[in-house]
Nanobody
Framework: QVQLVEFGGGLVQAGGSLKLSCAAS????????MGWFRQAPGKAREFVAA????????YYADSVKGRFTISRDKAKDTLYLQMNSLKPEDTAVYYC????????????????WGQGTQVTVSS
């Protein structure tokens, strides 16, 4: 069983930056594909970014491409999301997720989830 805990959310002004972390415990995630998703009030959970187990390949939603960077530290079993040039429309609860065997775009493809961290971007 994998437990995931997100850190680093908060309130930031538009144009600012935040870095989210997702720490794993219970079992190493070194062989898992990892993803970040977000969910705004009244909206469905949406894909933000993903990274393969090796860290070699990354994938981004068009809405965050060029502004967000996903990375992982396998030695620390930790996933990161660097968010720059934040916009009010980035406001949401951000979740990290782990998928055994690969990455994917859909939330249902992931096996384990964190509880989420709130990111609020003020205009």
């Amino acid at each position: 069983q994998v437990q995931l805990v997100e850190f680093g959310g908060g309130l930031v002004q538009a144009g600012g930056s935040l870095k989210l972390s997702c720490a794993a415990s219970g079992r190493t995630i070194s062989s898992y594909g990892m993803g970040w998703f977000r969910q705004a009030p009244g909206k469905a959970r949406e894909f933000v970014a993903a990274i393969t187990w090796s860290g070699v390949s990354t994938y981004y939603a068009d809405s965050v491409k060029g502004r967000f960077t996903i990375s992982r530290d396998k030695a620390k079993d930790t996933l990161y999301l660097q968010m720059n040039s934040l916009k009010p429309e980035d406001t949401a609860v951000y979740y990290c997720a782990a998928r055994q065997g690969g990455t994917g775009w859909g939330p249902t493809m992931y096996d384990y989830w964190g509880q989420g961290t709130q990111v609020t971007v003020s205009s």
